[in-house]
Structures are given as structure tokens and as C-alpha cells.
């Protein structure tokens, strides 16, 4: 009978160390996933409560790549502090012969909150050949000019063109009618860029 009570003891023991090393095994995998995650935030250059929506929807990798890299321009600190919002376009594809065309799809942010999703469209006509790509971002000044944007159906006059800032430019001088457009090429380096005939559309996350 002792012989037995020993047998089940060890049959516990086992039982229960088997059991710790299980729970020990998932406590490490699930801290080295947290560590991960916040690791890849933290070299995004965002805090966790931008990487959110309201709804727990988080901003596409390539906006975040995109915004990191925007963020890092000295010329454009002042408009991230005071814009009301902004939307970005990570990619934008322009091409054409004789009769031209672009698009991009991008993501919109409140106070550093992405709220939804955006794409543009372009059409140009006139002598022009060959393809482009490029990043851009439209600050918003106030809220109202964010909610006109927001409302879908936004578009850029036809003599519209992105602005080209330096260092020491007035904030608030490349505003026009409360947007503020820049574009980049995809070396990074920014230029000025006709934006006439952009059309935009907006779905709220």
C-alpha cells in the first residue's frame, strides 16, 4: 500500500510540473509577443494611442512607414503640432500619354487618431509621357476643413498645386482655404506638384 501512495505521489509531482512548465511556456510567449508589439510601435515612432481608432481599427503599416518618415521633417513639426487633422497617401501612381491619370488610396487622421480611409483620383490632359510615383499629405487647419473633407466628394481646383516649403517658412502661409497639400518623391525629397483635379473619397472606420 505505501508502495502505491509513493507511485501516486510521483505521478503528481510529475503531473504538476509538467503543468508549470506548460504555464511557464505560454507567460514567455505571450511577454515575448507584447515585447514585440510594442517594439514595432515604439520604431514607428508612435504612442499606443495612435496607432488606434475608436473602434480598435489600427492605421495600415505602410501609413505608419509613411507618417514616421513625414514626421522626421523638421519644415513640416509645425503642421503635425496644429492641424486639426490630415489624411496621407503613402503611394500615388501617376501615368500617362498625352492623357494622364493618377491614384492612391491613404488613411485620414483626427488628433493623431486614424479615423478612416481615403482614395484620390487624377485626370490630366495635355503632353506628358511616362509614369511617376509619390507620397502626399493634406493638413487641415480647422475641423471644418477636415469634416469637408470627411463629407467625401472633395476636389482640388484646376490650377491646384502642392506647396514647397523651406526651412523658417510661416506655418500658415501654405494654407489655401484651410488645406495645406505637400508631395514627395519616392527618394523622399519634396517638390512642388500639380494636384489640380484630385478627387477624393472618405470611408469612416
Known amino acids: 500500500m505505501k508502495l502505491f ?3 501516486q505521489l510521483i505521478v503528481l509531482s510529475l503531473f504538476l510540473s509538467q503543468c508549470n512548465f506548460f504555464q511557464t511556456s505560454i507567460a514567455q510567449s505571450n511577454l515575448k509577443s507584447l515585447k514585440q508589439n510594442t517594439e514595432d510601435i515604439l520604431l514607428s515612432g508612435w504612442k499606443p494611442r495612435n496607432v488606434l481608432s475608436k473602434k480598435g481599427i489600427k492605421a495600415d ?3 505608419i512607414a509613411a507618417l514616421n518618415k ?3 521633417i523638421s519644415t513640416l513639426k509645425p503642421y503635425f503640432k496644429k492641424a486639426k487633422g490630415y489624411a496621407v497617401f503613402p503611394n500615388i501612381k501617376k501615368v500617362g500619354i498625352g492623357i494622364g491619370g493618377a491614384r492612391g488610396k491613404g488613411e485620414v487622421f483626427e488628433n493623431d487618431e486614424v479615423i478612416g480611409s481615403t ?3 487624377q485626370l490630366s490632359i495635355g503632353l506628358q509621357l ?4 509619390f507620397s502626399q499629405i493634406i493638413f487641415f487647419k480647422e475641423k471644418k476643413d477636415l469634416e469637408r473633407f470627411t463629407q467625401s466628394n472633395f476636389e482640388f481646383g484646376a490650377s491646384a498645386s502642392a506647396a514647397l516649403i523651406t526651412e523658417g517658412a510661416n506655418a500658415s502661409g501654405d494654407y489655401s482655404e484651410g488645406v495645406a497639400v505637400f508631395t514627395f518623391s519616392k527618394g523622399g525629397l519634396m517638390y512642388e506638384a500639380s494636384i489640380g483635379g ?3 473619397t472618405f470611408q469612416k472606420y
Do not use: E
Open 130 to 133: 511616362g509614369g511617376q510615383a
Open 198 to 200: 484630385q478627387k477624393f
Open 5 to 7: 501512495k509513493i507511485k
Open 119 to 121: 482614395s484620390v483620383t
Open 61 to 63: 503599416q505602410k501609413t
Open 70 to 72: 513625414l514626421k522626421k
